[in-house]
């Protein structure tokens, strides 16, 4: 049976800390993971495609069966491979993935020796070839052939490059959360060459500064539509999303629905997850981009990958209301 849902993206082995100095080590999470998460808040059937390393934790692929997300997409290649990545929250909008030996110091702590050696969050993610744990399109299993829309969350540009022709040429509607180290000024006809096979565009606000420096954010949006795009929207964190419809010209805010923050890892990627079958079930950016931020309030609400999956799409659709509600078209 093929899922009606596909993420793309990294598994990853989280070492977080928190705004309020909370410590968490070695936890599962990984932006395909968080995005599929999302998705499986609005939908049933929802699979993974990935890769890990020989020390990626079996248990935890298990883990992701029993919340019902499907892993036969997740390739394991040999040997270890650096899939570590580093948080420290500064407040709830602000977060830094190097230095983890002088973030511990400041709380008195040594660092752990799973982070000794680390470098930043996205190892090799600023080469123009493939690493070794980023998914390609021979990696698709034929069980995901009728895959009916496909979301892909951060990698490097080779990745996106491959999988984006791949699949946006297979007839399935197509999201992109862009990966931040090629959102630069010199690979700008690259992201451009992305973008022509993708229906719907996530920045985040940060990556369209360092893409297209200090432009105003529906400016960058109506460019990023020449391509051919029905959508862009720009996350803007505790603001919401900027939802530009490019087929109508017309602008959007769908603001963030107001919870009870413990977290915020991983919000933006259920955002595109929610965003991805909103998108397929209606055709109406806005819609999908409160379906999104519906997502992204479970994620905020509690700590860890999988707390999302303990909600249904009946309690979804109660906040569903509430954020459609709150919607403000821009003039």
């Not at 919340?67 to 394991?76: F, N, P, S, V």
């Not at 931040?180 to 006809?189: C, D």
Request: net charge negative.
């Amino acid at each position: 049976m093929t899922p009606e849902y596909l993420t793309s993206g990294g598994l990853r082995i989280d070492f977080v800390i928190t705004a309020d100095g909370q410590v968490h080590l070695r936890e599962m999470g990984g932006n395909a993971i968080y995005s599929a998460v999302g998705a499986r808040v609005w939908a049933a059937d929802v699979g993974i495609l990935s890769r890990i390393g020989a020390n990626y934790p079996h248990e935890w692929l298990q883990r992701l069966e029993n919340a019902g997300i499907r892993t036969e997409g997740i390739l394991r290649v040999p040997g270890w491979q650096d899939m570590r990545t580093f948080y420290a929250y500064r407040d709830m909008d602000r977060r830094e993935d190097t230095d983890p030996a002088g973030h511990f110091a400041e709380l008195g702590l040594s660092l752990p020796q799973d982070l000794v050696g680390y470098v930043d969050s996205t190892p090799g993610q600023a080469s123009e070839q493939y690493i070794a744990v980023s998914p390609r399109p021979e990696d698709i299993p034929l069980s995901f052939g009728s895959v009916k829309a496909a979301h892909l969350a951060p990698l490097e540009l080779q990745a996106h490059r491959s999988l984006s022709a791949a699949l946006g040429s297979s007839g399935i509607r197509l999201t992109l959360d862009p990966g931040e180290r090629y959102m630069k000024p010199e690979l700008y006809e690259d992201v451009l060459a992305i973008l022509r096979h993708v229906d719907a565009f996530l920045p985040s606000e940060q990556e369209v500064r360092s893409l297209l420096g200090p432009i105003d954010f529906w400016s960058a949006a109506c460019r990023f539509a020449e391509t051919g795009l029905e959508a862009v929207v720009i996350k803007v964190g505790s603001r919401g999303a900027m939802v530009y419809d490019c087929l109508d010209r017309r602008r959007w805010l769908v603001p963030a629905f107001p919870t009870h923050v413990v977290d915020v890892t991983g919000a933006g990627d259920a955002f595109c997850g929610g965003f991805l079958v909103g998108f397929q079930e209606t055709a109406d950016a806005v819609l999908a981009a409160c379906y999104g931020t519906v997502s992204a309030s479970f994620v905020l609400e509690g700590f860890g990958a999988l707390y999302a999956t303990r909600f249904r799409r009946g309690e979804a659709e109660v906040r569903l209301s509430q954020v459609k509600a709150q919607v403000q078209p821009i003039a």
